[in-house]
């Protein structure tokens, strides 16, 4: 018994089903418990923008090598898009197939406040223009502040790529970069001993607040994102998988840690720290994972991208908005733009529907308070969709670069079998 409550995994189970029984049991108290998984969040991203900044810049600057830099990048951004892409259009072909919309009482769950959500929307320009100016630091020490992820992305490819054109000359900072990131490391897994902490905060807060009925006034739309996403996981990740020679079921059991991380805290941010350590265990090489997972967090969001598209149609049928095909496909190009750049926090999924159907005014804006009660709910199914989403690319083109190490996966999979003992204890903290 001592030995299994020592396992990360088995203390967040622990946390989620007592933070669920808190809600159940004590809503009241339960909704002040969000604390609990807001410092535990901001703990995390208190380390997230150095760590993407160093990983990215050691994996560009120890290549020394332009062209591998850009085959990278292009493979990822391609991989990306096409894979985005067909979640899309998974999502449009669900939800007009199961129409969970269809015959829904709008007027039953009307009235919830969205302004928080429409005014962040209007506030934020969704136009390619304004997307690919954002991209641009005004001031980068400003961005690393703000954990703006994807401008601290575009000056960390600039100074890697700055490394690896100086050659030998650039090693000494390389290396004064991996001795610090290892201590950023070293703070990661001191703050990752309270996630079970923060996952039972999060659940009493959620239960608490928005009740266990208020899953079944939308079950069916619930149910219909749930099992479009484990289709999506098994079905698509997984003949990914097949095709690139790995398995997907072991390779979920291999970040189990991981997915109950953001089961508990519904950020796939909060795990992605811990997840570049791990793809690094897991076979994938320094420079791959430095330049495909941070890159993943905002251009390849798979479980984000399904949410939204049946969330947006779910929205039409709840007010018996008819769309033809190619309004269907207008919007899926919108979500196409709108949903590049989206945060792995909680929340951004919302304000994206919102600036989505801003920009498309076929469907009613006003219908995202009928998703109010369980979007948090579903936050969770698509946080843990873009996290296996990430980690399946990060191993495809690992593979496709030839940069991919059986040896390593052996290592950090099979521990039981393989490791020694010091490293296995080392695997499962």
């Not at 990983?55 to 120890?62: L, N």
């Not at 290549?63 to 292009?74: A, E, H, P, Q, T």
């Not at 009493?204 to 928005?210: E, R, S």
């Amino acid at each position: 018994m001592k030995k299994a409550l020592n396992n990360l995994t088995v203390r967040v189970v622990i946390g989620i089903i007592l933070g669920i029984m808190v809600g159940v049991l004590f809503p009241a108290f339960g909704e002040q418990l969000k604390v609990l998984a807001d410092i535990f969040i901001k703990l995390i991203k208190m380390v997230i923008a150095p760590i993407v900044f160093m990983t990215v810049v050691i994996g560009i600057g120890s290549m020394g090598d332009m062209k591998k830099v850009g085959r990278i990048g292009g493979k990822a951004l391609i991989y990306f898009e096409i894979v985005t892409t067909f979640s899309l259009a998974i999502g449009l072909l669900v939800v007009n197939l199961v129409k969970p919309g269809v015959g829904f009482n709008t007027g039953a769950v009307e009235g919830g406040d969205i302004s928080q959500f429409t005014e962040k929307a209007a506030e934020s320009d969704h136009g390619l223009m304004s997307f690919l100016m954002s991209i641009i630091p005004d001031n980068i020490v400003a961005a690393l502040a703000k954990g703006e992820l994807l401008p601290i992305l575009f000056f960390a490819v600039l100074f890697g790529l700055s490394m690896a054109a100086m050659g030998e000359r650039s090693k000494p900072v390389v290396d004064f970069f991996e001795r610090l990131v290892d201590v950023f490391f070293g703070i990661v897994n001191m703050i990752m001993k309270l996630s079970p902490i923060a996952a039972f905060g999060a659940m009493a807060y959620t239960i608490g607040k928005f009740g266990l009925g208020s899953l079944l006034m939308l079950g069916k739309l619930m149910g219909s994102v749930y099992i479009t996403m484990f289709l999506f996981i098994i079905l698509v990740l997984g003949g990914i998988a097949k095709f690139y020679k790995f398995n997907i079921f072991k390779f979920i059991a291999y970040i189990k840690d991981e997915i109950l991380l953001v089961l508990g805290t519904s950020s796939s941010e909060s795990a992605l720290p811990k997840m570049m350590e791990k793809m690094e265990k897991y076979g994938c090489s320094k420079p791959v994972v430095g330049l495909v997972v941070p890159t993943g967090y905002s251009f390849n969001l798979d479980g984000t991208s399904i949410y939204l598209s049946m969330a947006a149609i779910f929205i039409a049928q709840a007010y018996g908005v008819d769309l033809t095909i190619w309004q269907e496909l207008t919007l899926m190009g919108i979500l196409m733009l709108t949903s590049k750049g989206a945060a792995g926090v909680t929340g951004s999924g919302f304000i994206t529907l919102a600036a989505t159907l801003a920009a498309f005014p076929m469907i009613p804006v006003e219908g995202i308070a009928l998703l109010l009660g369980v979007d948090r709910f579903m936050s969770e199914a698509r946080a843990i969709t873009n996290l296996i989403g990430n980690g399946v690319a990060t191993v495809v083109v690992s593979k496709m670069e030839n940069e991919f190490h059986p040896n390593a996966i052996h290592q950090a999979a099979e521990p039981e079998a393989v490791q020694s003992p010091e490293l296995h204890a080392k695997a499962a903290e």
